[in-house]
Protein backbone atom coordinates (compact mmCIF):
# COMPACT_ATOMS: atom_id res chain seq x y z
CA UNK A 1 0.00 0.00 0.00
CA UNK A 2 1.06 3.45 -1.17
CA UNK A 3 1.12 6.72 1.71
CA UNK A 4 -1.76 7.70 -0.71
CA UNK A 5 -3.67 4.89 -0.55
CA UNK A 6 -3.74 4.71 3.31
CA UNK A 7 -6.55 6.42 4.96
CA UNK A 8 -7.77 6.17 8.27
CA UNK A 9 -11.06 4.02 7.47
CA UNK A 10 -8.17 1.71 6.31
CA UNK A 11 -6.19 1.74 9.45
CA UNK A 12 -9.11 1.32 11.72
CA UNK A 13 -10.80 -1.48 9.50
CA UNK A 14 -7.05 -2.97 9.94
CA UNK A 15 -7.17 -2.16 13.75
CA UNK A 16 -10.36 -4.26 14.19
CA UNK A 17 -8.94 -7.07 11.71
CA UNK A 18 -6.27 -7.32 13.74
CA UNK A 19 -8.25 -7.21 17.12
CA UNK A 20 -9.67 -10.06 15.88
CA UNK A 21 -6.56 -11.76 15.00
CA UNK A 22 -4.53 -11.49 18.52
CA UNK A 23 -7.24 -9.51 20.48
CA UNK A 24 -7.17 -6.12 21.18
CA UNK A 25 -4.31 -5.66 23.62
CA UNK A 26 -2.22 -7.18 21.21
CA UNK A 27 -2.29 -4.61 18.24
CA UNK A 28 0.37 -2.28 18.04
CA UNK A 29 1.32 0.48 15.32
CA UNK A 30 4.30 -1.86 13.91
CA UNK A 31 1.74 -4.90 13.96
CA UNK A 32 -0.85 -2.35 12.18
CA UNK A 33 1.78 -1.25 9.73
CA UNK A 34 3.10 -4.67 9.15
CA UNK A 35 -0.42 -5.96 7.98
CA UNK A 36 -0.57 -2.63 5.59
CA UNK A 37 2.73 -3.00 3.98
CA UNK A 38 3.93 0.53 5.15
CA UNK A 39 6.38 2.14 7.58
CA UNK A 40 5.05 2.70 11.10
CA UNK A 41 5.84 6.42 11.07
CA UNK A 42 3.03 6.57 8.43
CA UNK A 43 0.10 5.98 10.67
CA UNK A 44 1.54 8.49 12.78
CA UNK A 45 0.20 11.11 9.59
CA UNK A 46 -3.08 10.56 10.37
CA UNK A 47 -3.25 9.26 14.27
CA UNK A 48 -1.28 10.86 16.97
CA UNK A 49 -0.90 7.57 18.97
CA UNK A 50 -2.73 4.26 19.66
CA UNK A 51 -4.65 5.53 22.04
CA UNK A 52 -6.07 8.56 19.43
CA UNK A 53 -6.43 5.33 17.25
CA UNK A 54 -8.48 3.54 19.96
CA UNK A 55 -11.09 6.77 20.17
CA UNK A 56 -11.30 7.16 16.88
CA UNK A 57 -12.64 3.40 16.59
CA UNK A 58 -14.53 3.99 19.45
CA UNK A 59 -16.45 6.99 17.65
CA UNK A 60 -16.83 4.75 14.38
CA UNK A 61 -18.25 2.08 16.41
CA UNK A 62 -21.07 4.47 17.87
CA UNK A 63 -21.64 5.64 14.82
CA UNK A 64 -22.28 2.21 13.03
CA UNK A 65 -24.37 1.47 15.99
CA UNK A 66 -26.64 4.06 15.81
CA UNK A 67 -27.27 3.98 12.72
CA UNK A 68 -28.25 0.18 12.60
CA UNK A 69 -30.51 1.58 15.69
CA UNK A 70 -32.45 4.28 14.24
CA UNK A 71 -33.12 1.86 11.09
CA UNK A 72 -34.17 -0.89 13.11
CA UNK A 73 -36.46 1.40 15.67
CA UNK A 74 -38.13 3.17 12.79
CA UNK A 75 -41.81 2.99 13.75
CA UNK A 76 -41.19 1.35 17.00
CA UNK A 77 -41.77 2.56 20.62
CA UNK A 78 -42.31 1.55 24.19
CA UNK A 79 -41.46 -2.31 24.95
CA UNK A 80 -40.91 -3.33 21.40
CA UNK A 81 -38.95 -1.01 20.65
CA UNK A 82 -36.38 -1.90 24.08
CA UNK A 83 -36.51 -5.51 23.04
CA UNK A 84 -35.54 -4.13 19.50
CA UNK A 85 -32.53 -1.98 21.13
CA UNK A 86 -31.51 -4.75 23.07
CA UNK A 87 -31.21 -7.27 20.38
CA UNK A 88 -29.60 -4.75 17.65
CA UNK A 89 -27.14 -3.97 20.48
CA UNK A 90 -26.36 -7.29 21.37
CA UNK A 91 -26.18 -8.77 17.60
CA UNK A 92 -23.55 -5.56 16.90
CA UNK A 93 -21.54 -6.50 19.97
CA UNK A 94 -21.40 -9.98 18.51
CA UNK A 95 -20.53 -8.65 15.19
CA UNK A 96 -17.89 -6.64 16.92
CA UNK A 97 -16.68 -8.76 19.48
CA UNK A 98 -12.89 -8.55 19.66
CA UNK A 99 -13.25 -4.39 20.37
CA UNK A 100 -16.88 -4.30 21.83
CA UNK A 101 -14.70 -2.60 24.98
CA UNK A 102 -14.08 0.57 22.93
CA UNK A 103 -18.08 0.93 23.43
CA UNK A 104 -17.51 1.68 26.98
CA UNK A 105 -14.40 3.64 26.77
CA UNK A 106 -15.97 7.27 27.08
CA UNK A 107 -15.55 7.63 30.30
CA UNK A 108 -11.83 6.89 29.88
CA UNK A 109 -11.10 9.77 26.83
CA UNK A 110 -11.38 13.29 27.01
CA UNK A 111 -12.99 13.16 23.58
CA UNK A 112 -16.03 15.31 22.78
CA UNK A 113 -16.78 13.63 20.16
CA UNK A 114 -16.65 10.32 21.10
CA UNK A 115 -19.31 11.45 24.11
CA UNK A 116 -21.09 13.10 21.87
CA UNK A 117 -22.02 10.12 19.79
CA UNK A 118 -22.21 7.97 22.80
CA UNK A 119 -25.05 10.26 24.73
CA UNK A 120 -26.94 10.07 21.05
CA UNK A 121 -27.04 6.18 21.86
CA UNK A 122 -28.23 6.40 24.83
CA UNK A 123 -30.58 9.17 24.15
CA UNK A 124 -32.67 6.48 22.01
CA UNK A 125 -32.81 4.98 25.12
CA UNK A 126 -34.36 7.87 26.91
CA UNK A 127 -36.57 8.41 24.50
CA UNK A 128 -37.83 4.66 24.37
CA UNK A 129 -38.58 4.81 27.98
CA UNK A 130 -40.42 8.33 28.09
CA UNK A 131 -43.27 6.44 26.63
CA UNK A 132 -43.59 4.67 29.57
CA UNK A 133 -45.43 6.29 32.85
CA UNK A 134 -42.28 7.41 34.71
CA UNK A 135 -40.83 10.35 36.78
CA UNK A 136 -37.54 12.02 35.60
CA UNK A 137 -35.96 9.74 38.46
CA UNK A 138 -37.63 6.42 37.63
CA UNK A 139 -36.85 7.23 33.77
CA UNK A 140 -32.81 7.66 34.75
CA UNK A 141 -32.50 4.47 36.84
CA UNK A 142 -34.30 2.53 34.33
CA UNK A 143 -32.15 3.49 31.47
CA UNK A 144 -29.28 2.69 33.87
CA UNK A 145 -30.34 0.00 34.94
CA UNK A 146 -31.17 -1.49 31.38
CA UNK A 147 -27.63 -0.40 29.92
CA UNK A 148 -26.14 -2.53 33.35
CA UNK A 149 -28.73 -5.47 32.02
CA UNK A 150 -27.26 -5.00 28.03
CA UNK A 151 -23.69 -4.65 28.90
CA UNK A 152 -23.11 -6.82 31.73
CA UNK A 153 -24.89 -9.77 29.46
CA UNK A 154 -22.84 -9.44 26.86
CA UNK A 155 -19.64 -8.77 28.60
CA UNK A 156 -19.94 -12.20 30.81
CA UNK A 157 -21.75 -14.13 27.46
CA UNK A 158 -18.38 -12.68 25.97
CA UNK A 159 -16.44 -14.03 29.07
CA UNK A 160 -17.98 -17.77 28.50
CA UNK A 161 -20.40 -17.53 31.21
CA UNK A 162 -24.27 -18.62 30.09
CA UNK A 163 -23.25 -21.48 27.97
CA UNK A 164 -25.09 -24.02 29.53
CA UNK A 165 -27.24 -26.84 26.93
CA UNK A 166 -30.58 -26.59 28.74
CA UNK A 167 -30.86 -23.23 28.55
CA UNK A 168 -29.74 -21.07 25.65
CA UNK A 169 -27.93 -17.84 25.67
CA UNK A 170 -29.88 -16.45 23.13
CA UNK A 171 -33.37 -16.97 24.36
CA UNK A 172 -32.15 -16.11 27.95
CA UNK A 173 -31.11 -12.79 27.06
CA UNK A 174 -34.33 -12.11 25.31
CA UNK A 175 -36.07 -13.74 28.31
CA UNK A 176 -34.75 -11.36 30.54
CA UNK A 177 -35.13 -8.27 28.50
CA UNK A 178 -38.90 -9.32 28.10
CA UNK A 179 -38.97 -9.66 32.03
CA UNK A 180 -37.36 -6.07 32.43
CA UNK A 181 -40.09 -4.70 29.94
CA UNK A 182 -43.02 -6.13 31.95
CA UNK A 183 -41.64 -4.91 35.77
CA UNK A 184 -41.96 -1.45 33.92
CA UNK A 185 -45.32 0.43 34.84
CA UNK A 186 -47.37 0.76 31.21
CA UNK A 187 -44.55 -2.36 29.76
CA UNK A 188 -45.81 -4.88 27.14
Not at 60 to 89: F, M
Amino acid sequence: MTKRDLTRDKIVTTYIALAQELGLDKVTFPRIAERLAIKPPSLYNHFKNLTDLKIQTAIDLHTKLHERLIEALLGQSGGPALKTYALVYRQFAQDYQSVYELLNTIPNFDSPELTKIGRQNNAIITKILQSFDLTEQELIIKNRAFRSLVNGYIVLNQLGYFQKERFDADESFVLMIDEFIQAIPNGK
